[in-house]
């Protein structure tokens, strides 16, 4: 039977049942605390209450510290998560126990962040939180009447649009890098426009796993976690065959992202050309599309496992939907 005690100014419920865990909750009413130690009660001789005491227990600051520990390291990107994480565990959002992290806390959350950062980089961190709450209660069960993270509606990214280089871009490109001290930048960017390549992959790509006889590349552990083999233009091929080989078997001799970026960005200032190394893959995918490949076909060649992502890669022009529809 519970008990119900004077506690302050309120009236606290004990409930102890056999071979269960002791249920403590304290209420202002002791009508509300009556009514709750019935139901509570029922529902414990029922076996469907499902006690909540851990889930107050425990913040979403200590979740996201396990969640980058044990989930997040094991991940190939966990140095960028791991990145998120820290930063994530610095607002006062995570300093909310898990019971009483609601969906319009999160939503606020949302909210704020929206005023400094894109609805790319909220949605990332939302997905961050929602995977966290989802991992406390899979993995180390802790009851949760459901993730509250999942029912925010999330910000809506901008549609991409005109993402492909210009041929007179990608001129101003090619012709600058190749004056460049990162005597590999030209390389990256033909394998980009021509091959469809992540920047990951392209640095990552080793001279034994290139094949000049057949004209493809093995590009190994991609962002998908497979190896793909794809296929090298003769400009491709011919820029590579240009570089040296390190002593890691690499053909591209840059030391990091940061060294990458520094290049790039001193790219962009010379040439005025005010666009992102990732766009050299909406390139290739827009430039193949007009060429009449198949969808299944650039996916082969980009990695893309979903077809409505690769959509967003793909950007015919007006024009170019005019005369097809002119050959008609």
């Avoid at 605390?33 to 009660?41: D, F, I, K, L």
């Avoid at 390190?246 to 520094?262: A, E, P, S, T």
């Amino acid at each position: 039977m519970a008990v119900i005690r004077k506690s302050g100014r309120g009236w606290q419920v004990l409930i102890r049942k056999k071979n269960y865990s002791p249920v403590y909750k304290t209420f202002i009413s002791k009508a509300v605390a009556t009514n709750w130690a019935q139901e509570t009660e029922l529902k414990i001789e029922q076996g469907i209450f499902q006690n909540l005491e851990e889930a107050g227990r425990t913040t979403l600051k200590e979740i996201l510290l396990s969640y980058r520990d044990n989930v997040t390291t094991k991940k190939r990107g966990h140095v960028q998560e791991a990145t998120k994480i820290n930063k994530l565990m610095r607002q006062d959002i995570v300093k909310n126990n898990l019971a009483r992290l609601s969906t319009l806390k999160i939503s606020k959350f949302r909210d704020a962040w929206l005023l400094d950062h894109n609805p790319s980089t909220v949605n990332k961190y939302l997905t961050i939180i929602s995977c966290s709450i989802d991992y406390a209660m899979q993995e180390l069960g802790i009851y949760l009447p459901g993730n509250a993270c999942k029912n925010v509606k999330r910000p809506r990214e901008p549609e991409f649009s005109s993402d492909a280089i210009e041929t007179f871009e990608e001129d101003l490109l090619i012709k600058f890098a190749a004056d460049s001290k990162a005597v590999w930048l030209k390389a990256m960017i033909v394998l980009g426009i021509d091959c469809g390549m992540r920047r990951g992959e392209i640095l990552k790509l080793a001279s034994k796993d290139v094949s000049y006889e057949t004209g493809t590349a093995v590009l190994r552990l991609t962002k998908n976690g497979e190896d793909r083999k794809i296929g090298l233009t003769p400009r491709a091929m011919e820029e590579l065959k240009k570089l040296p080989v390190n002593i890691d078997g690499r053909l591209i001799n840059c030391k990091n992202v940061d060294q990458f970026k520094f290049y790039w960005r001193q790219l962009r200032r010379i040439t005025g050309v005010k666009k992102t190394f990732h766009q050299t893959r909406h390139t290739f995918c827009t430039r193949a599309g007009m060429k009449g490949w198949s969808a299944v076909e650039i996916a082969a060649q980009t990695g893309h496992r979903d077809l409505r992502v690769l959509r967003r890669y793909v950007h015919l022009q007006g024009e170019y939907l005019a005369k097809k529809l002119s050959q008609n």
